[in-house]
């Protein structure tokens, strides 16, 4: 890691950028847009967990070149842009966001088109549940980083069915620190993220926020912030964790 902090620096087409599901607040903490962002109310309690998480982990490993795969509107921008001295960003054709920060284009189902060794950090945030060869991609970007490079990723176990029909499988703690180690990497920090009040509130949420767009909305947002008050900071479950959240390093 350089012992130098790097300034930040701009994603393509920054001045067009938005946050869809983490902003930072003038204090300097994560917090989830507001009622104009992106994300839906049931969802909330779930993103700022995740944020939080990365707040906490970018600083201590991100550097260098780092690759957001599968990138989708680019909601972790503002948390790692200031750890980082290059950013690309890359997704398939099958994705459901905008492509408006794409640097290239990627088929994560077979290959990266980045040359061996050529990245520091990766970041693959939502998107190991949405592709059908998970450890072809977990090989893939133990290629394309060097020796020393970090991979953040983090995937869902609890969690509804999501970008249908792209949407197969659910990970534990155990199956992703497997197919890790098999790839060769060392694990830095596995993460179950979530508890029994998060797991709860997150499903409560998710069917209320159908009842009606203003009730329903406010009644799923408030279950959120319920349950993340009741839980640890960041609240970490084994027992019923909604994410698991890691940190691999290629060690050589």
Known sequence: MSASKPRAVPVRYSDQWQPSKVRISGSGRPRVPGRRGA??????????????????????YAHGTLLDLGCGEVPYYELYRAHVREILCTDWTKS???????????????HVPLADGSVD???LADVLEHVYQPKHVIAEIFRILRPGGVAFIH?????????A????????????????????????????????FIAL?????????????????????????????LSRD???????PIEIAAVLRRVS
Not at 39 to 47: D, E, F, I
Not at 155 to 163: D, K
Not at 234 to 240: I, M
């Open 121 to 123: 950090t990766v970041i």
């Open 165 to 196: 029909p792209h949407d197969y499988f659910r990970y534990t703690q155990f199956g992703m620190s497997r197919m890790a180690e098999e790839a060769g990497f060392t694990i830095e920090a596995l993460t179950p993220l979530g508890g029994k």
């Open 201 to 229: 509130a997150d499903v409560m949420g998710k069917v209320l926020q159908g009842a009606s767009l203003i009730a329903g909305g406010l009644w799923a947002r408030g279950l959120q912030r319920v349950a993340l008050a």
């Open 39 to 60: 994300l839906a109310p049931g969802s909330t309690g779930v993103a700022l967990m995740l944020a939080r998480w990365y707040a906490g982990m970018l600083p201590r």
């Open 155 to 163: 995937a869902p176990l609890l969690y509804v069915v999501h970008e």
């Open 234 to 240: 960041p609240p970490v479950s084994k027992k019923f």
């Open 96 to 110: 459901l966001h905008a492509t408006t920060h794409l640097d290239f284009v990627s088929d994560l189902e077979t």
